[in-house]
């Protein structure tokens, strides 16, 4: 389905040396082009033809009109034709958008029977692409590249990947992140530099003491606390006593306050942290679970980065099959005949990864000192999944994917939280290392919809480093990418 929300722009360089003929032909193929990916409902926005750039004041009008444009997530540009490519270095500059370069050609085939030299003319992206593709090169410029004609479905696939991304980082330039509380005392993967992540992240990180929300929940009616009752049981297996109880109302009154709290101040993702619950009447869970359901980014005890990470990638996924929701590395399962990872938290997982109808229990809580937290309880979907973490090295983020497969886990009736268990890529034993090495986090953000390139596209446009650990990895070759990137991302903005 397409989202009405948001644009790319579909751009095509020439220049005048052809003629007003020539130029009238390139618009009318750009034109047919753009409409074909317009169509295309893998590609979730709208495809937008723009007029034939042939000057550098045209060039740069449009970068600057992109920048400006709330509903541009980005532009695709192709090159028909040549278009001396020192026509791009003004625009280019200035542009602030992702960019795509489609290397595509109008015809398919060479007309092998009447290819004449008009034809060559018109038919030049092989080479105008090239020299398009030298100055993206030469001014250092974060893009990507797509090759294939435009009905080559492996192509529209990566060009409908990157507008996921796009549409992310898009609203990645105006997330508002909630910390209720600070971190948990004493853990340092989830820390960071916030000034630093908001000048390449963008993300903005307030942070909020827990009296501020406790305000809005105990402003929550008691006719919202029976509307949500009414839903959790329209919604989830629940015990009809547990209807009735005082605990599951506190429940519903912390989510509606959370809520309340989250839409007041435009939050699209929240932190909170069992160590700081003062006048909460139990660690928020269900809530949680359900405002991440709703597409909310969450991270727990303070992990600002991996609630950032976790509605970036919801928003990425949006609408795709499977879910997104935060997620941490529990425990494993070493058997070397079936070596696993048990992901869990203590209560906080998103029930849109799950394979069955969610149980609404309330169960004791040995952590954080307060009562009985309500959570949903479940299992997760079998099948491809992967697990991203954002990390901060101190001179710059990093991105770390693992690939997993989501295995049937045996019954665990005394474990009253949801869980997955999965088989990480390439084994157990490869991945656990690779991520320990380059220092990935306990706390991830684990999706079931999206793809590796997703998330390397995402970190691309935000300039963050992306390691990735999948079947092809390997332990001395990871180990040199991690100390060869080391290098690059000291010197990638240029040393002369
Ligand atoms: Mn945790």
Request: overall charge negative; charged content about 20%.
């Amino acid at each position: 389905m397409k989202n009405a929300g948001f644009d790319l722009w579909f751009v095509t360089g020439s220049q005048h040396l052809y003629g007003e003929e020539t130029l009238r032909h390139v618009a009318d193929d750009s034109e047919k082009i753009a409409a074909v990916l317009d169509d295309d409902e893998s590609i979730i926005t709208r495809v937008v033809f723009k007029p034939v750039l042939t000057t550098s004041e045209a060039i740069t009008s449009l970068c600057l009109e992109a920048n400006n444009d709330n509903r541009c997530a980005g532009i695709i540009t192709w090159m028909h034709t040549f278009s001396p490519a020192k026509m791009w270095i003004s625009g280019l500059s200035k542009l602030n958008k992702p960019f795509l370069h489609f290397h595509t050609q109008y015809n398919r085939d060479i007309p092998w029977e009447t290819i004449d030299m008009d034809f060559m003319n018109l038919n030049q992206s092989a080479h105008g692409d090239r020299e398009f593709g030298y100055i993206c090169s030469r001014m250092r410029l974060s893009r990507k590249v797509v090759t294939g004609h435009w009905s080559d479905s492996e192509a529209i696939a990566s060009i409908a990947v990157w507008a996921r991304a796009a549409v992310a980082a898009l609203d990645a330039r105006s997330l508002r992140v909630a910390r209720f509380g600070d971190n948990m005392r004493d853990v340092a993967v989830t820390e960071g530099n916030k000034v630093t992540s908001q000048i390449t992240l963008a993300y903005e990180v307030h942070g909020f003491g827990v009296g501020d929300l406790v305000a809005h929940v105990n402003q929550i009616p008691d006719y919202e606390i029976s509307g949500l009752l009414k839903k959790y049981s329209d919604e989830y297996h629940v015990a009809s006593d547990l209807l009735q109880s005082a605990s599951l109302k506190e429940a519903a009154r912390i989510e509606a306050g959370m809520r309340s709290f989250l839409e007041e101040g435009n939050f699209k993702a929240f932190t909170t942290t069992f160590e700081d619950l003062h006048g909460l009447a139990q660690l928020p869970g269900l809530a949680v679970q359900r405002l991440m359901a709703d597409g909310y980014g969450f991270g727990a005890e303070g992990d600002w980065k991996t609630a950032a990470l976790v509605r970036n990638m919801k928003v990425m996924a949006s609408g795709l099959h499977g879910g997104t929701s935060f997620m941490e590395d529990y425990t494993y399962h070493l058997d070397p005949a079936a070596m696993a990872g048990l992901g869990a938290h203590m209560l906080e997982v998103c029930p849109s990864i799950a394979s069955e109808e969610p149980s609404l229990e309330i169960h004791k809580l040995g952590i954080g000192g307060k009562n009985d937290p309500a959570r949903l309880v479940f299992r997760a979907k079998t099948g491809r999944a992967l697990n991203a973490s954002l990390v901060d090295l101190g001179t710059r983020f990093r991105i770390i994917l693992n690939t997993v497969e989501v295995i049937e886990a045996p019954l665990m009736p005394k474990l009253p939280v949801a869980s997955v268990l999965w088989q990480p890529k390439p084994d157990l034993k490869t991945a656990a290392t690779a991520w320990i090495y380059a220092g990935g986090a306990h706390h991830t953000s684990f999706s079931q919809s999206l793809l590796p390139e997703h998330i390397v596209d995402f970190s691309e446009m935000m300039g963050v480093e992306c390691l990735i650990i999948d079947e092809k990895c390997n332990i001395e070759e990871f180990k040199k990418e991690l100390r060869w990137n080391d290098l690059f991302y000291h010197i990638n903005k240029g040393i002369c």
